[in-house]
């Protein structure tokens, strides 16, 4: 006697994947010449869209969680009795005026953030007996190593404490892109001169050549 039978499963849709496939302007030969004309607009083509939200917006949702033991108003209280922050102007002693009042070279106007960044890593340091690892660098004349030919300049960017570069540029006089963790363009103005355009596409290039290089 025949036993009982599975019946046959119904034939199932081809699934159609949600990302369709294309073209990347970053793979191209062109964008890897180095020429930052060519990059700029190669990286804006492929993003095609970036969204711009509010500082608390990414301090919320994009900034991991501070150390347990770390205390903001102890930080600032060591920044104020150091005399590196005044509460009553409200201002770091290394900006006494705003920036887009100052009449020097931008990269002469934010050389201060070297010492703000110094001192609030050494005052969260002292809090949490944490070492620090990342470190704030400023060098807008001088574009990282890459392996590949590349001219980009940022502003500033933080470098990794413990470089994971190989080679020729594992020496710690030498700053690779793949030491980089995140890089900075510093403009004097505050992005509504009808140049905001122009400066996103700095800081899209910046950004993206620590995963390109």
């Known amino acids: 006697m025949e036993?009982?039978?599975?019946?046959?499963?119904?034939?199932?849709?081809?699934?159609?994947?949600?990302?369709?496939?294309r073209g990347r302007n970053t793979s191209t030969q062109s964008y890897r010449t180095g020429d930052l004309s060519l990059g700029k607009q190669a990286?804006?083509?492929?993003?095609?869209?970036?969204?711009?939200?509010?500082?608390?917006?990414?301090?919320?949702?994009?900034?991991?969680?501070l150390h347990p033991r770390m205390n903001i108003g102890e930080i600032?209280?060591?920044?104020?009795?150091?005399?590196?922050?005044?509460?009553?102007?409200?201002?770091?002693?290394?900006?006494?005026r705003d920036p887009e009042k100052e009449a020097s070279h931008e990269d002469t106007v934010f050389?201060?953030?070297c010492l703000v960044f110094d001192a609030i890593v050494q005052a969260a340091q002292g809090i949490t007996g944490t070492a620090s690892k990342l470190s704030f660098v400023q060098k807008p004349a001088t574009p990282p190593m890459s392996e590949r030919t590349n001219t980009s300049r940022p502003d500033a960017y933080l470098l990794l404490v413990n470089k994971k570069s190989?080679?020729?540029?594992?020496?710690?006089?030498?700053?690779?892109w793949d030491d980089i963790a995140v890089s900075f363009e510093f403009k004097k103005c505050?992005?509504?001169?009808?140049?905001?355009?122009?400066?996103?596409?700095?800081?899209l290039l910046s950004n993206l050549m620590g995963l390109t290089s």
Request: overall charge positive; proline content about 11%.
């Open 111 to 113: 050389g201060g953030l």
């Open 43 to 65: 990286v804006l083509k492929d993003l095609d869209h970036v969204a711009v939200v509010p500082l608390d917006y990414f301090n919320t949702a994009v900034m991991p969680p």
């Open 190 to 203: 505050d992005g509504r001169s009808g140049n905001e355009r122009i400066d996103v596409s700095h800081i």
């Open 76 to 96: 600032e209280s060591r920044l104020t009795n150091s005399r590196v922050l005044s509460m009553k102007s409200g201002r770091w002693a290394a900006f006494p």
């Open 3 to 21: 036993g009982p039978r599975t019946p046959p499963s119904a034939s199932r849709p081809s699934v159609v994947p949600d990302t369709v496939p």
């Open 166 to 176: 190989v080679g020729k540029y594992a020496k710690r006089s030498v700053h690779c």
